[in-house]
Structure formats: structure tokens, C-alpha cells
């Protein structure tokens, strides 16, 4: 009985979650009108529609009122949308502005999405979040460091979501991050025909000419396979700051009679191993010595205790 009972006195008023009609019931006397207002509160960035029946008393045919709208979202806009870095060096450090503004007629909540690729992950911006009016606070500004420990050229598309909205901005990022420049002052180290087990010294020069300082580490590759080194390296690391140069002195102790055909190389920490390479020559000799007479010395007859020298 009180189902039944709140059945019959249910009025079926219009009733929904995105219209909203004010008044739902009323009295027109003759000649009269009544003004009703309709109120569209969307819940996102869509097409909604739905249709109201308006039964009248003493009469079987009910009014009918189809009611639509579309939902939309904030709206917003980067100030760039691409941009191309070009060229730039390793560890070396590179900073940007742009801007997000609201260019729609509600406010808007708008975020970062996180972009954790390789290259990605070298982007830092300032701020990845924040709300902007309409009236106040319009603009935010983003400023964007960006630092790379890796090699290789990159693409990098990032993307900012707004609240309420389906669709995204994007940014996009593309350059090349390469390996500092540097140069031997030397094409060739020759260190020509040096003596078994004599020292022979030769001075190069490690210049950077990259806008980056550099740390480094000079090595002969395959040195100290006869146990023990041949080439001491004095200044063999250090660090380089851009436009200066280091001088490297090598002493070359031949401990094998041959021909040597070896390489002086960089190492730069935390970029890579063999960056640059220089050849060395040398050929180490055994000193000829020949003794004259080379048969026998003939002292002939010496007396007792007096000493006899030829």
C-alpha cells in the first residue's frame, strides 16, 4: 500500500542532471502567459539532449519541448607550439619561455602530462600545473632548462591537459646534442728511431674548442703489455675550460726492439671513451757496438808487478 500510495502521489515532475526547468507547475488564467526558464549546467565538452512533457489539465495531449545543447570545455593556447633547438653540446645547459593563456569564457585548470622518455626526462619546466582566469590572472609563464647527458638527435612532444576539456595542447622539442669539439695540436706523434731502453720526450697540445668545459683522460691503448708502461703521460687528465688547452708530455721507454704503431686517445667523463685519436710512430733500435781489435790484444812479454796498457 505505500508503494501504490507513493506512486499515485508522485507529481512525474521533470527531473535531470543537465536541464533544469523553473517552474515545473503553475496556473495560466485566460488570456495569460507564464515564463519558464531553463537552466543548462554541462558536465563536460558533449552533446546533450533530452525532451520535456508538459501535461495540461482537460486535455489528453501533453506539450512537448526538446531541449539540446553542447557542453564546452576551457580553451587555451601555448604561446609556441615547435621549436627547433639545433645543435647543442652535451652537459650544456639550454633555457626557454613560453606562455599559456586562456583564450576561453570559463576558467581554466590546465596540467603537464609527464613525459618520462630519454630525452624527455632532460626537459625541466617551471611550473606543471596551474589555473587561469578570465579576467585576472590570464597568462602563465613556463620557462623550460633543458640538459642532456646522452647523445643523439630528438623529437619530444609534450602534452598539457585541461580540466573539462578533451582536448590536449602539445609542445614539441627537436635538436641534436653532440660531443664537445677538441683538437690535438699534433696530426702524427713520431717519435722516430729511439734506443732500446732510452728515453725519448715529445710535448702535444689538448685544445677545447667547444663552448663547454670538458674533463678528460689521455691514454696509449695496449701500453704495459710487455709488463710494465712505455709511455708515461704527464697531464694525463684534467679539466678543460672552452677556448683553453693543456699541455701533455709522453716519455717513450722502448722495452722491445720494433716498429710501434700505436694511438694516443681521449676519453671524455661522462660523455665517452675513445672521442679522439692521434697515431704514434716509433721504432726502437739496438745500438750496434763494435770492438776493435776484434780478434785479440797481443801484450807481448810484461814485466812482473809493472802494469802494461794498450
Not at 496556473?27 to 552533446?47: A, D, L
Not at 533530452?50 to 570545455?73: E, I, P, S, Y
Request: hydrophobic share 35%; net charge negative.
Amino acid at each position: 500500500m505505500s508503494i501504490r500510495k507513493a506512486v499515485e502521489e508522485d507529481k512525474m515532475l521533470f527531473q535531470d542532471e543537465i536541464f533544469q526547468i523553473e517552474p515545473l507547475e503553475g496556473k495560466i488564467w485566460p488570456n495569460t502567459e507564464m515564463t519558464c526558464s531553463v537552466t543548462f549546467r554541462p558536465q563536460g565538452p558533449y552533446h546533450y539532449s533530452c525532451t520535456a512533457f508538459a501535461n495540461v489539465t482537460c486535455n489528453q495531449d501533453r506539450l512537448t519541448l526538446n531541449l539540446t545543447g553542447q557542453g564546452k570545455g576551457p580553451q587555451a593556447q601555448l604561446s609556441i607550439t615547435e621549436m627547433d633547438i639545433g645543435d647543442i653540446f652535451v652537459t650544456n645547459q639550454k633555457s626557454f619561455e613560453l606562455g599559456i593563456e586562456n583564450t576561453g569564457e570559463i576558467d581554466c585548470h590546465w596540467k603537464l602530462i609527464p613525459y618520462e622518455t630519454p630525452f624527455g626526462s632532460k626537459f625541466n619546466f617551471s611550473k606543471t600545473d596551474g589555473t587561469l582566469g578570465v579576467r585576472d590572472h590570464v597568462r602563465d609563464l613556463l620557462r623550460v632548462t633543458f640538459m642532456s647527458d646522452i647523445l643523439g638527435e630528438f623529437s619530444e612532444t609534450f602534452r598539457f591537459a585541461l580540466e573539462g576539456s578533451s582536448e590536449m595542447l602539445t609542445l614539441t622539442f627537436k635538436g641534436h646534442v653532440v660531443a664537445p669539439t677538441f683538437r690535438f695540436s699534433e696530426d702524427i706523434i713520431n717519435f722516430g728511431k729511439v734506443s732500446y731502453k732510452f728515453a725519448e720526450t715529445k710535448t702535444v697540445y689538448l685544445t677545447n674548442t667547444s663552448e663547454v668545459d670538458i674533463n678528460y683522460v689521455v691514454r696509449v691503448p695496449g701500453d704495459g703489455r710487455s709488463l710494465q708502461n712505455e709511455f708515461n703521460i704527464t697531464n694525463d687528465r684534467g679539466k678543460l675550460a672552452k677556448d683553453s688547452r693543456a699541455e701533455i708530455i709522453i716519455e717513450f721507454i722502448p722495452c722491445v726492439p720494433h716498429v710501434y704503431d700505436m694511438v694516443l686517445v681521449v676519453d671524455l667523463e661522462g660523455v665517452g671513451q675513445d672521442m679522439l685519436a692521434v697515431p704514434i710512430k716509433a721504432e726502437c733500435i739496438v745500438p750496434k757496438v763494435k770492438v776493435q781489435p776484434n780478434e785479440f790484444l797481443q801484450f807481448d812479454n810484461c814485466f812482473l808487478k809493472h802494469p802494461k796498457t794498450k
